[in-house]
């Protein structure tokens, strides 16, 4: 085993929890987290399904190896249907909590139907209860964290919870843990809203005891911990400068997405770097950054601790934002930053802050926040529709205030709150949105790194960098370096870094580990851990299987072939700056040879052949 | 040559694998509920600090207990409890001023650091050597050389 073997299922409109074996079988198929909770959904839920409809489920789901001492061995994902794209939604989060779970014994929560009143599901160890949530609904969910603790008197538990982005039905609301690390992306925090559940509080004495060969297991992940901390990316970069070592790199390459993705290089990148943030402000003296920290688990520590100068016009009279809270992470800069031609690095925090604090994706945000200004800048949005506020490309104080909206629906917020592909359609110019199925692009410009393309257009989720990053391929050369330039063999790099990719979220440990692991040291730790032979070849065919399942899904919920493509801007208009200056997406040279390579048909559908193959479900 | 257990709480990340070390040698279990050592998080701050026991040479502890079940250990300096002897009176957690004797209802025992009998392994877990297991008698050493380092160049940028 290293599953626990225990899923909590929860009906909220029956107000019951009650507990049922994991289906082990399909533990073999699809490993965990992202894989068997996508199974379990899949068998449960009509892909029809109205994603804020009560029929649609909520699935919290750990992988074998969170909770335990496997480096980075703490991750969890929210499986379900997601309100901003209609497609099948993974969101996968850090901190804490994924390992709590594992400690009070349970493997996934399964949330169905919905509650009468808004509730809270408690679990300490097998007692899992919901509870009237009557003090903490409409509440944000740093003050619904404060309120949780002390009525419940443990400083040790960890909670998980929706802001007020999702109550007022913003569709990219996010599920925060720990104050600052989310499951961010495709609206997952909206589906919990929906379902009037706004927390869940967890504490687990249980641990983690059932490793196959606990000496065996030890020793590897001694190893691999190894490996990591001897790796220049893993070793030195991530910890000291965090995901944001790429600002810089990214803007250099001529692919980092600038004003709503018109630009491909940003002024302003340099202030609002890594670099930057490690500088003394010559406010007050004291730079951004106060230091690195980790999620569970992990030996890597690229999360950002961060302090935004007490002076700032964003927190001037706000001494609740005085104090260290989760700072900027890469895509989170650039959507904030260079998407909206912001370079003010405080500005950015605090918004950043707030997304936190009220639970929405900081990348559609921001995203969001550049279409609608280039909007305004076109005359499609004005200050009548702001209220009087001037949504220019760059101002810092528009884009504060757009997050201080959105966190609480009100005014324009509530348009902000839709994402941008139905903010762009509602006043008129849908071609404005930056979107693929529906979620925003993060912060690489494909006309730059060409693979991303295809990743983004082929990406289960909508626009994506963690479903196939291969950023680490063409710009930084691992495993090996391609030229980010071509489009030549990009169809069978994306395809695997999916099916890797897939594999790994499965297992529970962290994709930051990729840049110095490959399966194969995966699967010694995987193997060490868990009951039957687990070899890179299996992983990979798992990975393969489960991004099959996923695009199965989104088959049958009504996508095709024409929903895998990218905005005209990326298709047609040509990167202006840069290495890649003068260059288009080229999707059309990489798409056909992508399905070839997946085994699809010339259209995008999976073959009889190829489900056969991989076993998937009728 | 005693060696105890050093803490830097500046190089403290915070991944709690220390806990898990900690936990799965003493009761086999990737457990930080039943860690003997705890990161404490100090979330304004933006700061993180494993805490555990220091073994006090005239420990409250061993002298609070009515059974003599904390003895000091010859090899170690640690100061164990036999466990055949606790009788789980709790009076130790009372005594010791730092709090980090604490009582482990499965067993109906208290547990503290024992330094794992002179290899702890939270020390070997740590991925940034924010705890250490050092001489004794110089666990200063490496703050001094930072310090003097520093007053070197100082000195050398006035001469």
């Known amino acids: 085993m290293s599953w626990s073997g225990n899923v909590l299922r929860v009906n909220l409109t029956k107000g019951t929890c009650t507990s049922e074996p994991l289906n082990m079988e399909w533990a073999r198929e699809y490993i965990g987290q992202r894989g068997l909770a996508t199974r379990y959904f899949v068998e449960e839920v009509d892909p029809k399904v109205d994603p804020l409809a009560p029929e649609n489920h909520l699935i919290f789901a750990t992988g074998p190896l969170t909770g335990t001492m496997a480096s980075t061995g703490g991750r969890y994902s929210v499986i379900t ?95 925060v843990n720990d104050l600052h690390r989310a499951a961010g992306r495709s609206g997952v925090g909206a589906v919990m809203a929906s379902k009037n559940l706004k927390a869940l509080a967890v504490r687990g004495t249980k641990g983690v005891g059932n490793i196959k060969d606990p000496a065996r297991f030890m020793q590897t992940t001694a190893e691999q911990k190894k490996v990591l901390a001897d790796h220049a990316v893993t070793g030195e970069g991530l910890p000291t400068f965090g995901t944001q070592v790429l600002m810089n790199v990214i803007n250099e390459s001529g692919a980092l997405p600038t004003r709503n993705m018109r630009e491909s290089q940003f002024d302003g990148a340099h202030n609002i770097s890594a670099e930057q943030m490690a500088e ?26 961060s302090t935004i100068d007490k002076g700032h016009f964003t927190v001037e009279n706000k001494p609740q934002y005085w104090g260290n809270s989760g700072g900027l992470e890469y895509e989170a800069a650039w959507a904030l930053g260079a998407d909206t031609g912001v370079d003010d690095l405080d500005a950015l925090t605090y918004a950043n802050f707030i997304c936190n604090e009220d639970g929405f994706d900081p990348i559609t945000f921001g995203a969001t926040v550049a279409a609608a200004m280039e ?141 110095a692991w490959t399966l194969d040291n995966v699967a010694p730790q995987m193997d060490a851990a868990c009951e039957g032979e687990w070899t890179s070849d299996r992983l990979l065919e798992a990975g393969e299987r489960i991004w099959n399942l996923e695009r199965d899904f989104n088959a049958k919920a009504g996508f095709t072939a024409a929903d895998d493509t990218l905005p005209p801007r990326l298709l047609e208009e040509r990167a202006k700056t840069g290495p890649a200056e003068g260059k288009v997406t080229g999707l059309a040279e990489m798409l056909p040879e992508y399905y070839q390579e997946r085994g699809w048909t010339a259209d995008g559908q999976i073959t009889d052949e190829t489900r056969s193959r991989l076993g998937l479900p009728a | 040559m005693e060696k105890s257990l050093h803490i830097d709480p500046g190089k403290c990340t915070g991944c709690l694998q220390c806990e898990m070390a900690c936990s799965f040698e003493n009761e086999g279990v990737f457990n930080p509920a039943k860690s003997r050592i705890k990161v404490f998080t100090f979330h304004q701050e933006g700061s993180f600090v494993p805490y555990t026991c220091t073994q006090c040479v005239e420990a409250w502890c061993m002298q609070a207990c009515p059974v003599d079940a904390i003895v000091v250990n010859l090899a170690t300096g640690a100061k164990d409890v036999l466990e055949d002897r606790c009788v789980g009176c709790k009076v130790c957690t009372i005594a010791c001023p730092f709090g980090t004797v604490n009582y482990n209802q499965d067993t109906g025992k208290v547990i503290k650091c024992d330094l794992c009998g002179g290899d702890p392994a939270c020390a070997t877990a740590c991925p940034t050597e924010a705890i250490t297991f050092i ?9 001094m050389r930072a310090w003097a380092e520093k007053t070197g160049t100082v000195t050398q940028a006035t001469a």
């Open chain 1, 375 to 515: 909007l305004f800048e076109i005359g499609a949005i004005t200050t009548e529709h702001t209220g009087g506020v001037e949504l220019k490309f760059g101002a810092a104080a528009a884009l504060t205030w757009a997050a201080e909206k959105v966190a609480t629906g009100e005014g324009f917020g509530a348009d902000l709150a839709l994402g941008s592909k139905r903010l762009c359609e509602k006043y008129g110019h849908p071609e404005l949105s930056m979107t693929v199925k529906g979620q925003e692009f993060p912060a690489y410009d494909p006309r730059g790194i060409q693979g991303m393309g295809l990743a983004y257009a082929t990406s289960n989720r909508g626009a994506c960098h963690l479903r196939g990053y291969t950023v680490a391929s063409e710009i930084l050369g691992i495993p090996e370096k391609t030229d980010p330039l071509e489009t030549d063999g990009k169809a069978g790099l994306v395809k695997a870094f999916q099916d890797v990719t897939a594999a790994w979220d499965s297992t529970g440990l962290c994709l930051f580990t990729s840049f």
């Open chain 1, 81 to 175: 249907k997601g309100p901003l794209t209609g497609a099948i939604a993974c969101s996968n989060s850090g901190g804490f909590l994924g390992a709590e779970l594992r400690s009070a014994g349970w493997d996934m929560v399964i949330l169905e139907g919905k509650s009468a009143k808004p509730v809270y599901l408690n679990i300490e160890n097998d007692k899992a209860e919901l509870l009237a949530a009557d003090e903490i609904w409409g509440k944000s969910v740093w003050e619904t964290d404060e309120i949780l603790h002390k009525k419940h008197q443990d400083p040790q538990l960890r909670i998980a919870a929706c802001g007020r982005a999702a109550e007022t039905g913003c569709l990219y609301a996010a599920i």
């Open chain 1, 280 to 305: 003394p402000r010559k406010s007050d003296g004291k730079p951004n950054l106060t230091r690195n920290a980790a999620c569970f688990a992990c030996t890597i520590a690229c999360g950002r601790i």
């Open chain 2, 135 to 143: 001489d004794a008698d110089s666990t200063g050493y490496d703050r």
